[in-house]
């Protein structure tokens, strides 16, 4: 290939759609086998966890689409199914994630093209919603409360000693009298 595929180490959400010939997919599908593949793509080492395999003969374009809407969260309007090529060939759907956080230059070989690139989540975050009830208000007038002023630690110190003094005497006042 002319231009090699540069891919970042931060790159995140993108689903790349290679077409790859049969000599490439059949150990990948059979076994798990990534070999093949690898050195298709250059020799690029990938996570066999973020790729999937699909023999486009056995699926109608509906189906698909629906997987790839579905299945990997592409927004509807992003699948063209013009560009994937829906003939008997294999084809390789591969995350971002499958190259495992590292920057990567693809060399395609003969054995693998790259057909289709799509964004994966299109569903913005949700906004925040204002809340309307006059609980999520709260308390907003009068008076602020003032701090309790807190005592220090000698003089709840004495306040014990204390206690215990009194308590002292009076067991002992109640033993020697008899009361």
Known sequence: ?????EISKH?????????ITDDVALPYSLKG????????LGGTR??????????????SEDELRRLLVEGYDIAP?????????HTTSALMLIRSAAFEKKPVLLKLTEN???????????APAPKFTPL????????????AADAKQGRGFGARLA??????????????????TGL
Do not use: H, W
Not at 1 to 5: E, F, G, H, S, T
Not at 46 to 59: F, I, K, V
Not at 77 to 85: D, G, L, Q, T
């Open 112 to 122: 693998a093209k790259l057909v289709a690139t799509f964004t994966e989540g299109r």
């Open 159 to 176: 306040v014990i000693a204390m206690a215990a003094m009194v308590s002292a005497a009076a067991i002992m006042y109640f033993y020697y």
């Open 11 to 19: 790159e995140t959400g993108l689903l790349r759609v290679f077409q």
């Open 77 to 85: 309007e992003a699948v063209n199914m013009s560009k994937i090529p």
């Open 132 to 143: 309307d009830s006059d609980a999520a208000k709260g308390v907003l007038e009068g008076p």
């Open 33 to 40: 086998d990534s070999e093949n593949l690898e050195r298709a």
């Open 46 to 59: 990938l996570d066999p966890q973020e790729m999937q395999s699909l023999n486009a003969g056995e699926l």
């Open 1 to 5: 290939m002319d231009n090699p595929l």
